[in-house]
C-alpha cells in the first residue's frame, strides 16, 4: 500500500514516517537504514559536538542516497557551531526542538534546508508556522525523552492543532504500530515521528541492555520525572525513583541538577548502566516485542496500517 | 453516514457514542437526550443516594424509549444499595468503575444487565474480560475527573489493549471532536465513551459557571492533581493551585483529605464555584467552543467523522 501526504512531497520520502532525532541512538546507521527504507531518517545532534555530528552526516551520505536530516535541540550552548557544520556539510532538512523555531531560520532557508519544529501545544505550533517552518512536529506526553510542560497527550493535541495549521502536521509521542499511525493521520496529522520503537531497532546505536529493557517494558514501566527542571518520560528504574521521591519531597532544582548532573543520559542508554542511568522512553515501549531490524519495522508498520484502514472502513456504510 | 461495530449491536444504538457517567453533570436530562439523539446515555449515579438514582432512571424512561444505562463508581460505601435500585428500577445496562470487575457481576448478569467496565490499563481490561464483562472501557490520562494511575494515554493504552482484548474495546479519554472518534475506531476500538463534550451542552445538570468555563478552557487549563489519594484531571484554579503546592511539598494525606473532604466537586460543578471547586475536565475540553444542545453535538461528530474518513481514505492507494 502506498500513503501518500504533503509529507512525502515535503521531504521527498515513501512512507509519511519521520525517525525521532534521539540522543546516544540515533546516528548515521539508523538514520540511513530508515532513508533506505522509504523514511526520513534523522541524525540527532543533541548527543554530538560538531566534529562527531560532520563525520556521522558524511557515513550518513555514503549510507543512502536518499533524503535524510538533523535532529538540533537548540538549547545547546554550541548549538551555533553545530548549525555552522549542518550547513557546512550541505544537510538539506533540519528538525529543530527545545528552543524558539525562528532562532536559526533565515540561515536554514537562505541554504535551501527545509525545517521542520517540534512543539508540545497549539501556541508554539502557529509560533512555529508564523516564522516560516515548513512542517511542525506536534508530539504529546506519551512520547520518551524530554517532553513540553503542558501535558497534552497526542490525542488531545492534534485534535486541537490539526484544523488551525496549514503546513503539514506530523503527530509524534506514543505512536508505535501501524494503528497508531493510522489514527494519528485521522486526526489531522500527514506523517508520524515514531523514537522509542526504531531505538529498539539493530542499526540503533543504544546499548544492547538499553534495547532490552525497552524489549521488556510494560505499560506500567515508564514515568515522567524532573517536571520543574528537565521534564522527560523514561523507563522506571533506581534512578527515576530516586527522583521522583525528592521532586514529592520538595527539594530544590539545585539538588535535583546535582542528580542529573550525572551524565545520566549516556550512562543508561549508551553505556547500558539500567539502574544508574536515565533511560528515555515512551509509552509506545510496551508495544515493542523483540530487536527488529528497521525493515521489519517498516513492513509491519505499512501492514498493521493497511489492515486497520480496512477494519476502520468496514464500520461505514 | 452509518457507523455500525459491535458495539451498536451490544447496546441496540445508532451511533457508537457513549456518554460517560459524571458526577453532579449527568442526570436524566442528559442521559435521555443522548439516547434521544442514537448514542447510549449514561445516568452517573456517583453523586446521587438510591432514591435519587431511581428517581432519576424513571424520569430517563419517561423522557427516552431508547436504551441508557447508569454509571455506577463501586467505590460508593452504598454502593450495594444503588445496585439494589439498579436492578429493582429494571436498568438493563451498567457500566461499573472504581473497584473489581467481579463484585456484582453475577447480581447484574442473573437479572439480564449488560455490564461495561472502565479501565486505564490492559491488566484491568483482562480482569474485566475475565469475569465475564460484556464490554471494557479504556480510558487514558487526559480523562476529565478521576483517572487510572498509571498515566497511560487513551493512543498508548488502545495501542496495547485492542490486540489482546475479545470483547468490544470502547475508548475514553480526549475524544471531543469526529476525529477523534476516528482515531479511537483506528487504533482498534468499537466505540467511544466521551465525557466533557457532554457536561458543556444545554442538557448536562452542571451549572452554568461550569460549562462556561469548559468553553472558554484552552489547551493548558487542565492538570492532574491529587496524584497519591484522589488522582484527577481538573481546571487549573485556587484550588488546584492549592493542592498541587501541598502536594509537591511532600504533606501527608490526611492534609490533602482535608483540602478534598470539602465537597469540592458538587461546590465547583454543581454549585459553579470556579475558584474553590474542584472542576473535572478531560483535555478535550479545550475543543469546545460554545454551549451546544445534545443533538448538536451528534450531528457535528458524525460530520466531522465523515469528513476525516474521506481525508484519510485520500492517503492511501
Same mark, same amino acid.
Not at 31 to 38: I, L, P, Q
Not at 208 to 225: H, M, P, Q, S
Not at 270 to 275: A, V
Given at each position: ?12 520520502? +515513501?512512507?509519511?514516517?519521520?525517525q ?6 540515533s ?11 522509504g ?6 545532534? !543533541?548527543?554530538?559536538?560538531? %566534529? ?11 549510507? &543512502? *542516497? ?9 538549547l ?11 550547513? $557546512? ?16 531560520i533565515?540561515?536554514?532557508? @537562505?541554504? *535551501?534546508?527545509t ?5 508540545s ?7 512555529a508556522? @508564523?516564522?516560516?517552518?515548513d512542517?511542525?512536529? /506536534? +508530539? !504529546?506526553? %506519551? ?6 510542560? $503542558?501535558e ?6 492534534l ?7 496549514s ?6 509521542g ?24 526504531? /531505538?529498539? &531497532?539493530?542499526?540503533? @546505536?543504544?546499548? +544492547? ?9 510494560g505499560e ?16 522506571k ?16 532544582e ?16 549508551? $553505556?547500558?548502566d539500567?539502574?544508574?542511568?536515565m533511560?528515555e522512553? *515512551?509509552? *509506545? ?7 527488529? @531490524?528497521?525493515? %521489519? ?6 501492514? +498493521? ?13
Amino acid at each position: 500500500m502506498k500513503i501518500r501526504t504533503r509529507v512525502n512531497e515535503l521531504f521527498g520520502i +515513501e512512507y509519511p514516517v519521520v525517525q525521532g532525532g534521539m540522543v546516544w541512538v540515533s546516528g548515521w546507521k539508523l538514520a540511513s537504514a530508515v532513508s533506505n527504507s522509504g523514511g526520513l531518517g534523522l541524525i540527532g545532534a !543533541g548527543s554530538m559536538k560538531p %566534529e562527531l555530528l560532520a563525520e556521522h552526516i558524511r557515513k550518513c551520505k555514503s549510507a &543512502t *542516497g536518499k533524503p535524510f536530516g538533523v535532529n538540533l535541540p537548540m538549547l545547546r550552548k554550541d548549538s551555533d557551531d553545530l548549525v555552522k557544520t549542518i550547513i $557546512d556539510e550541505k544537510v538539506k532538512i533540519v528538525f529543530t526542538s527545545a528552543g524558539h523555531p525562528g532562532k536559526y531560520i533565515e540561515q536554514f532557508k @537562505s541554504n *535551501g534546508i527545509t525545517v521542520a519544529h517540534v512543539v508540545s501545544n497549539l501556541k508554539q505550533a502557529k509560533k512555529a508556522e @508564523s516564522v516560516g517552518c515548513d512542517a511542525v512536529v /506536534a +508530539e !504529546g506526553v %506519551e512520547a520518551g525523552g524530554h517532553n513540553g510542560p $503542558d501535558e497534552l497527550t497526542t490525542l488531545a493535541l492534534l485534535q486541537i492543532a490539526a484544523p488551525e495549521i496549514s503546513v503539514p502536521l506530523i503527530a509524534a509521542g506514543g505512536i508505535a504500530s501501524g494503528r497508531g499511525m493510522l489514527a494519528a493521520l485521522a486526526l489531522g496529522a500527514e506523517g508520524v515521528q515514531i523514537g522509542t520503537l526504531f /531505538a529498539a &531497532t539493530e542499526e540503533s @546505536s543504544a546499548h +544492547e541492555n538499553f534495547k532490552n529493557a525497552l524489549v521488556n517494558a510494560g505499560e506500567r514501566d515508564t514515568v515522567l520525572i524532573l517536571r520543574k527542571l528537565a521534564f522527560a518520560r523514561v523507563i522506571k528504574n533506581e534512578f527515576s525513583d530516586e527522583v521522583i521521591k525528592k521532586e514529592f519531597a520538595g527539594v530544590g532544582e539545585e539538588t535535583l541538577k546535582n542528580i542529573l548532573g550525572q551524565k545520566r543520559e549516556k550512562l543508561g542508554m549508551f $553505556d547500558g548502566d539500567l539502574k544508574n542511568g536515565m533511560l528515555e522512553a *515512551g509509552e *509506545g515501549a510496551a508495544l515493542i516485542e523483540k530487536i527488529s @531490524s528497521v525493515k %521489519e519495522v517498516f513492513e509491519k508498520l505499512i501492514e +498493521e496500517y493497511e489492515s486497520a484502514l480496512k477494519k476502520l472502513n468496514g464500520f461505514s456504510s
